[in-house]
């Protein structure tokens, strides 16, 4: 899940913030780092104009899911599309009950990306900042990346792993948001060498990632949340990952259990 934050990155995060501490012996990707990048979806980026706004973010899921069945493709690893439901205010999944409010969500049970349109419009009014195209396709691409950790292995290390150290599931919750940032950042780099994205979309991209950090998010009470419950990461982390997969562009780069 990409869940919505308020507020904007402070900046002062060290890079030893982004060593959160976890048992991650029990989560390890070899199948991540068997991906390398393929060659790029030939058809034209998504792009809103001339589009309803459900056709679009289906649009992007369409594309990301054709840059990551040739990755596996390209690996010799088999890859099990994912489903996107485009909702409204509640669904019900093979996970439970979702609901606008929570945001976008992956089911791994049902290979299911969810997502309510409203919601950006709900996050965008929060942070006092339009989420144009740019910032939307990354919030998808997140979700689609949480399908690509399924396939790998990584979703049922993480669910044993959690089983056996409930103490550690929240560092490690954190760990396994940051990953699924880096290949929304990998897909958003085979956009842009399309030519489809800007450098100022990929700054907007980047400004999403910042305004949905952990650091930011605020409890019902309407204090911050403390580091020991945070489960995304905070905005420096947030933006560090998504810039290492835009950087690097290889899925490969995207090992957060062990950097």
């Known amino acids: 899940m990409l869940a919505a934050g308020c507020g904007s990155s402070s900046g002062s995060d060290k890079a030893s913030s982004d060593r959160t501490a976890t048992a991650t012996a029990t989560v390890n990707s070899p199948g991540l780092r068997r991906l390398r990048p393929a060659p790029q979806p030939s058809a ?30 390209g690996a010799g690893l088999a890859y099990r599309p994912a489903r996107l439901t485009i909702f409204s205010k509640q669904v019900q999944t093979a996970c439970g009950p979702g609901a ?3 945001g976008p969500f992956y089911c791994p049970a049902s290979f299911g990306v969810y997502l309510d349109p409203t919601f950006f419009a709900a996050l965008s009014r929060k942070v006092g900042v339009h989420l144009r195209d740019a910032a939307q396709a990354y919030v998808v691409a997140h979700e689609v990346a949480h399908h690509v950790q399924t396939p790998v292995g ?8 959690d089983r056996q150290d409930a103490g ?11 990953q699924a940032d880096c290949p929304a950042g990998v897909w958003m780099y085979s956009v842009y060498r399309r030519g489809e994205l800007t450098d100022a979309d990929l700054a907007d991209a980047l400004n999403a990632a910042a305004v949905v950090g952990d ?21 420096a982390q947030r933006q560090r990952w998504l810039k290492t997969g835009l950087q690097k562009s290889r899925p490969d780069a995207c090992d957060t259990f062990n950097q």
Do not use: M, Y
């Open 44 to 73: 034209a980026a998504p792009s809103s104009q001339g589009r309803s706004r459900n056709a679009f973010l289906r649009a992007v899921f369409d594309d990301a899911e054709a840059l990551w069945q040739q990755e596996f493709h």
């Open 100 to 102: 606008a409010s929570s």
């Open 154 to 161: 990584l979703t049922h290390q993480k669910a044993v792993a």
């Open 168 to 178: 550690g599931a929240n560092a490690r919750s954190v760990r396994f948001e940051l």
């Open 215 to 235: 650091d930011l998010l605020r409890n019902a009470a309407g204090r911050a949340r403390p580091r020991e419950q945070w489960t995304h990461g905070s905005s």
